[in-house]
């Protein structure tokens, strides 16, 4: 964080899966997939359930054991010329990329998905796979790309009723909208999601929806309908008993006050986000959080600490490839370094964030 009291919004993004059907309750485990991989012969039936489990290894963060028998799934996909398994596989593969924060290897997979569909006309799989690639080049600043793929997928899933996904790709435009600064289009995409959402009685993307929401109001400086929305989040999030959502909200609460000058009521949002990252498992939470905290303790002189919280952040930010984040933690810990007088180690941060916002520029 720099001198100007800049702060990291803890953005999401929704994420097609349409490749893979969750049990509640279920514990993921490799050994599963092992032995529908074993199992002789393997049929389009055995496919479509190894998706299914391993999806659920790689939505449990095993990353790199998730991608190693998805890669062995497609290849029996395709021996068995099962274009809907395949379909199925890319698309996994491409969430596991997506994770690594490897926006063109996800992109390439996302592309195999949309024509293997494509090829056998699966309309639900082709709208998840636009949407998919959509998101991707929102991550890319390919914003006219990405709202030709946004309204694609939009105008599929409303033909097939699909009402999720009708849902997300509202969402979806309204982010590209957001990301283009036209607010007034955004938040009409938003309030049609939230819309629908209470027409078709589904609930699971709401906060995220009203988190946007609040976002977009706080980057137009109106703090009033910014705190409406975010305070509708955090209701939502304390009835959900939800911590990673709390500490979302909570930072972009204490960044909206920052920007607006109330230091006071920042410090307060930003220290309750930072008691909340203990009960987190989200990376990302953890280091904007750390990141944003950093920042105050700097402001407050307390250096060693502030030290402390963001070179915690940084080395998680690395891991993430966020470059952003990664741009903020340098500059904060470039000033720390100049206010303990170590010059040498200053500019080496100093090129650090240089280097990674150019880097970031041209992603």
């Not at 309750?25 to 074993?38: A, R």
Request: proline residues 1%; positive net charge.
């Amino acid at each position: 964080m720099n001198k100007k009291a800049s702060y990291i919004f803890l953005k999401t993004f929704f994420l097609f899966f349409a490749s893979v059907t969750f049990l509640i309750g279920q514990n993921p485990s490799p050994d599963s997939v092992i032995y529908f991989l074993n199992k002789k012969p393997i049929d389009t039936t055995a496919i479509k359930k190894l998706n299914e489990l391993n999806g659920q290894i790689i939505f449990s963060g095993q990353l790199d054991t998730g991608i190693y028998y998805q890669k062995a799934i497609l290849k029996q996909a395709v021996k068995l010329n099962f274009i809907k398994g395949q379909a199925k596989a890319n698309n996994l593969i491409g969430i596991v990329f997506y994770y690594r924060n490897e926006t063109d290897s996800a992109l390439h997979y996302y592309k195999m998905a949309l024509d293997l569909n494509t090829k056998i006309n699966y309309k639900k799989g082709i709208g998840a796979a636009h949407d998919n690639i959509a998101m991707i080049n929102t991550l890319k600043g390919n914003y006219a790309e990405a709202l030709q793929h946004q309204l694609l997928a939009l105008g599929i899933q409303e033909e097939i009723n699909e009402k999720v996904g009708i849902i997300k790709s509202l969402f979806g435009i309204g982010k590209t909208y957001q990301s283009l600064k036209n607010y007034k289009e955004a938040m009409v995409f938003y309030e049609k999601a939230l819309e629908k959402s209470k027409t078709f009685e589904i609930n699971n993307d709401v906060i995220t929806i009203y988190s946007h929401m609040g976002i977009c109001y706080s980057q137009q400086k109106d703090l009033k309908n910014a705190m409406k929305n975010y305070n509708v989040v955090v209701k939502l999030s304390l009835e959900k008993k939800s911590a990673d959502d709390l500490i979302f909200v909570y930072n972009n609460i204490g960044g909206t006050y920052l920007e607006n000058r109330q230091n006071d009521s920042a410090i307060k949002y930003f220290g309750l986000a930072k008691d909340l990252i203990n009960y987190s498992h989200n990376r990302e939470a953890i280091a904007t959080t750390c990141v944003n905290y950093g920042a105050l303790l700097i402001q407050q002189k307390k250096f060693s600490e502030a030290e402390g919280y963001v070179t915690k952040a940084l080395g998680l930010l690395k891991e993430l490839q966020i470059k952003t984040g990664m741009t903020e933690a340098y500059g904060s810990l470039s000033e720390i370094a100049l206010a303990k007088k170590d010059y040498k180690k200053a500019f080496e941060f100093i090129k650090d964030r240089k280097s990674t916002r150019l880097n970031s520029s041209h992603a």
